[in-house]
């Protein structure tokens, strides 16, 4: 196995790490979970912060990210209340 080979398949792990916990968070939010989605945000974000620890994602891109995803959760926690 070169060099490439293995390095994508070790970024595709990553890869696939993150976009499950950000497909679960948002999963949570359209059913309406919101105890779930904050639980499963906090997955996301370590998630995310792995990714960019390891140079798959920039830095900028997963501070981009993380906010998205929290401001997702934000207010439909408070529209909940």
Known sequence: MGVT???TQKNNKIKGQYRS????TKIAL???EIDKAQEYLKKSIKA???ASQKNVLT???VARMKSRLNKE???AA???K
């Open 5 to 7: 080979e293995r390095n």
């Open 21 to 24: 916990a950000i497909k679960l």
């Open 30 to 32: 359209s059913k309406g």
């Open 48 to 50: 995310l912060d792995k």
């Open 59 to 61: 830095k900028n891109g």
């Open 73 to 75: 959760v934000k207010t």
């Open 78 to 80: 408070l529209a909940k």
